[in-house]
Nanobody, 115 residues
Framework: VQLQASGGGLVQAGGSLRLSCAAS????????MGWFRQTPGKEREFVAQ????????YYSDSVKGRFTISRDNAKNTVYLQMNSLKPEDTAVYYC?????????WGQGTQVTVSS
């Protein structure tokens, strides 16, 4: 599976961005997809995930109520709608796909929130 993330950028605090991650290749074997983020010197942290079949979604406490993950199975794409952005949301965001016991990662997309 290949993952192509897009949609990052610079936004003021309180603003919104929508990230997209398009999957190609063995998309019929995807079990779930998610978003993680990482800042320099810190470990990559979980942001949100969604199951590919039933659409169950899970969020980290830090983004719950502000971010929404969704998927378009026909387009093999997962989205992350980010609202009420805060400076602490600044990070490189990575999408990931789970196929069985294997995880696949896309390239990161930078999100910068100015105060």
């Amino acid at each position: 599976v290949q993952l192509q993330a897009s949609g990052g950028g610079l936004v003021q605090a309180g603003g919104s961005l929508r990230l997209s991650c398009a999957a190609s290749g063995r998309t019929d074997s995807i079990y779930g997809m998610g978003w993680f983020r990482q800042t320099p010197g810190k470990e990559r942290e979980f942001v949100a995930q969604i199951s590919w079949s039933g659409g169950s979604a899970y969020y980290s406490d830090s983004v719950k109520g502000r971010f929404t993950i969704s998927r378009d199975n026909a387009k093999n794409t997962v989205y992350l709608q980010m609202n009420s952005l805060k400076p602490e949301d600044t990070a490189v965001y990575y999408c990931a796909a789970q196929l069985g016991s294997d995880d696949y990662w896309g390239q990161g997309t930078q999100v910068t929130v100015s105060s």
